[in-house]
């Protein structure tokens, strides 16, 4: 055993050791007096492991403030400010509202000057009211995980085509545990060959309108549809840069078909991010369409 090894064996007298889940050196609980002291290990990984698993339980109870986190995605910040002006101007003075945006949508955090849970709750009603379909989640929720859920709790099979997003669509259903159970497979069309041996997309169609378009999305989500016998198909395509845009075709393009059970809806989007960012936008955009088409119908 290494020196530098041997010396994560060294502990004081009276202390707790803590288990590292992550790596070799333990942490140590010190209770001196009215004192809790703490030694971890300096490791990112490894120090915030054992916090959660072994120091919150230790540490006094916090004072709990209500608060709500209500998780949207499709709207920005700025118009999803000015669709709920009037909740915000009616509530004030009782609840504070923070708008946090990421690529991945809008959350829009409240918190009770009163500490009433019921006040939260009336404020989310008024804002579902008019704007439910913006709004996928509270709290913790994530779109991939509740999508998937919706989707097993339905018995709906999902299969995918991707172009540009290399996968990141698939990366993002197969994540959540369960998926198996509905996402019968994807397919990573980065060619124009794949896409006529694989997907049936018309050789015809692809040469006039090119790999970008409307045409071709659509037939990549039938296409795969048809191959995996699934009930949902998704078909993307587009120029995720930082070259390949034409002046007809721009960088950051992008086309978003949806087909299946009655359903067959495209999308087009300019998406001015750079190449992994517009990927993980463009997946996640897919993930809400299918969200918004088959169940906040």
Not at 161 to 178: H, P
Request: proline fraction near 3%; hydrophobic fraction near 40%; charge should be positive.
């Amino acid at each position: 055993m290494p020196k530098s090894n041997r010396s994560q064996a060294i502990i004081y007298n009276n202390c707790e050791m803590l288990d590292n889940p992550k790596g070799t050196a333990k942490g140590m609980f010190i209770n001196h007096n009215t004192t809790k002291i703490f030694i971890l290990p300096g490791v990112p990984l490894e120090m915030k492991s054992i916090f959660h698993e072994y120091i919150e339980k230790k540490l006094p109870p916090k004072k709990q403030i209500p608060y709500l986190t209500l998780r949207s995605f499709g709207i920005s910040e700025s118009t999803l400010a000015e669709k709920i002006s009037t909740i915000l101007n009616k509530w004030n003075g009782k609840v504070e509202f923070a708008f946090l945006p990421s690529h991945k949508g809008v959350d829009l955090r409240l918190n009770s000057i009163d500490n009433s849970r019921s006040d939260l709750l009336n404020v989310m009603n008024e804002i579902y009211r008019h704007n439910r379909e913006y709004f996928y989640g509270t709290d913790d929720d994530i779109l991939e995980y509740v999508l998937v859920g919706k989707l097993i709790e339905k018995k709906i099979t999902l299969a995918v085509a991707e172009s540009c997003t290399g996968g990141q669509l698939s990366n993002y259903i197969t994540s959540v545990s369960g998926s198996s159970n509905i996402f019968k497979g994807g397919v990573i069309a980065y060619s124009n060959q794949v896409k006529i041996d694989i997907l049936s997309v018309d050789k015809e169609i692809l040469d006039k309108n090119g790999a970008v378009s409307d045409e071709v999305a659509i037939q990549m989500a039938m296409g795969v549809k048809s191959k995996m016998n699934s009930d949902i198909g998704i078909g993307i395509t587009g120029i995720s840069g930082p070259t390949g845009g034409t002046s007809e075709k721009p960088v950051g393009l992008v086309f978003i078909a949806v087909f299946g059970l009655g359903i067959s809806k495209l999308k087009k989007f300019i998406l001015n991010l750079d190449r992994n960012m517009h990927q993980e936008v463009t997946a996640y955009i897919a993930l809400n369409m299918i969200r918004r088409y088959y169940f906040e119908k």
